[in-house]
């Protein structure tokens, strides 16, 4: 039988497992896999290494347009380019990770990576898994299946943790509290949970677990098309 594309958005905020899951879904059922926090940092990396006033709103607006930002999606090696240059390491340091949410308020910042992130999907021959804040709400609110990934603060905190070496969990916890209030609190596509999303709380379920009910549900979802 012929299988229908699928389109797949998975939103939350961080450390709920939205890129673990992801990649793991795209992987096992052979779909693209797109990575938009990675695109925000990466803009927000070339603000900061062109010497952009990150508390300036119109100094980002201004050049928003500048970067060529492109992903590769394949979900056992994805991979991020900002101008030709691999930005994969550089866009995970503390100090994009603490910048990014000021960058990617700015609306004009916004519009120029949601038309991005419309355009690989559409070009997604068997489908795509699309993580991040505002994709089931915003950027593909015509997706086929929704999924909102929730977890404890103390779950994600010790999470990120376990992997930046020598990180304070409660330091961990305290930004990504400020980063999740940042995110939900803008005005332009804040992050939230679309209505037709289903939600998912992580805290309790192993990684394989998650994954196996994302599976499932796309599955589902397939079968009644
Ligand atoms: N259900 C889970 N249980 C335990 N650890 C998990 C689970 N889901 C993800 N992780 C781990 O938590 C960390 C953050 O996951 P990640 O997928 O990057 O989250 P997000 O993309 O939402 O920020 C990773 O080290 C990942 O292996
Ligand atoms: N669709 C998206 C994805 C990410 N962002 C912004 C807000 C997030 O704090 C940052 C970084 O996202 P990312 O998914 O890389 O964050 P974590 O790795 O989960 O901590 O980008 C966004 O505004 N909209």
């Known amino acids: 039988m012929e299988r229908a594309t699928v389109i797949v958005a998975i939103d939350g905020p961080s450390g709920t497992g939205k890129s673990s899951t992801s990649k793991a879904v795209a992987a096992q ?30 100094a980002i607006a201004a050049v928003a347009g500048k970067p060529e930002i492109v992903s590769g999606t394949d979900p056992s090696g994805p991979t991020i380019t900002v101008d030709g240059t691999d930005v994969a390491g550089p866009i995970r340091t503390q100090d994009v990770t603490s910048k990014v949410s000021a960058v990617s308020a700015v609306p004009e910042v916004r519009a120029r990576i949601t038309e991005l992130q419309r355009s690989i999907a559409s070009g997604a021959e068997n489908g795509i898994v699309v993580e991040g804040r505002d994709i089931g709400t915003t950027v593909l609110p015509d997706a086929d299946l929704k999924i909102f990934l929730t977890a404890s603060p103390e779950a994600r905190a010790a999470r990120r943790s376990g992997e930046l070496k020598g990180s304070d969990v409660q330091q961990t916890r305290e930004a990504l509290l400020k980063r999740d209030a940042a995110d939900s609190s803008r005005k332009t596509s804040p992050l939230a949970k679309a209505d037709d999303a289903v939600e998912v ?24 098309k």
């Open 29 to 58: 059922l052979g779909l693209s896999y797109l990575d938009t926090g990675a695109q925000y940092r990466a803009i927000t990396w070339w603000m900061v290494t062109n010497g952009i006033d990150i508390e300036d709103p119109s």
């Open 201 to 224: 709380d992580t805290s309790d379920l192993t990684l394989q677990q998650v994954i196996e009910c994302v599976v499932t549900l796309v599955e589902e979802k397939r079968a009644g």
